[in-house]
């Protein structure tokens, strides 16, 4: 006979709060979070010191998930850099397709929490960072005459495709995206220096 292991109230909170706040916003109430996670308000101070605390791990979780697929989808592409950075937007055009997507939950945060002290913006800030890093790494590989205003460039493409696929998603933001970010990436020859 084997024994389950049961959520302890620090997984439950992380568990809920990931999932009101991608559904409702970051803007959710605390007694809407304590009674889906079914723990009681002390657990959540005992944990996180408050909601800002528990808002703050669950983007830290979400954006190492979120980092995780990116690196993932790029690999998955194979070798040649132009084609890894460009699978970014194949993916994010099903991740907009997707029944349950409900927008970027960096962008909700960063648009709700008015406070430019709450310890969320700067996971979200290194969150961006390291998905800057990732494609400007791409962007040398590949040969890009200037990788760091190219990787801005893709950032701030996949920004408009998460938000546009969250109000429109019928317009197929990640395919447009993608057209403009085959500009952005220059064609094969950067990476064999033009022959």
């Not at 998955?76 to 997707?98: H, I, K, N, T």
């Not at 995206?177 to 990476?191: F, I, K, N, W, Y």
């Amino acid at each position: 006979m084997t024994t389950r292991a049961v959520p302890g109230p620090r997984e439950r909170l992380l568990e809920a709060a990931k999932e009101l706040t991608y559904a409702q916003g970051v803007g959710v109430g605390v007694d809407a979070l304590l009674k889906s996670a079914n723990v009681a308000r002390r657990s959540l101070y005992e944990h996180f010191g408050g909601k800002d605390g528990l808002i703050a791990e669950v983007l830290r979780l979400t954006a190492a998930e979120d980092e995780a697929a990116y690196e993932q989808t790029m690999r998955a592409a194979g070798d040649d850099p132009r084609e890894r950075l460009l699978a970014v937007f194949d993916w994010l055009g099903e991740v907009v397709a997707a029944p349950d997507f409900r927008g970027c939950r960096y962008l909700g945060a960063e648009l709700a929490l008015a406070d430019p002290d709450h310890p969320a913006h700067a996971v979200i800030r290194g969150y961006r960072e390291h998905l800057h890093e990732l494609f400007e790494r791409e962007l040398r590989a590949l040969g890009h005459p200037q990788p760091a205003g190219a990787a801005d460039q893709l950032v701030l493409l996949i920004d408009g495709v998460l938000a546009v696929g969250a109000i429109r998603p019928d317009s197929r933001p990640a395919a447009a995206a993608r057209r403009l970010a085959e500009h952005t990436v220059g064609d094969r020859r950067l990476s064999t220096g033009g022959s």
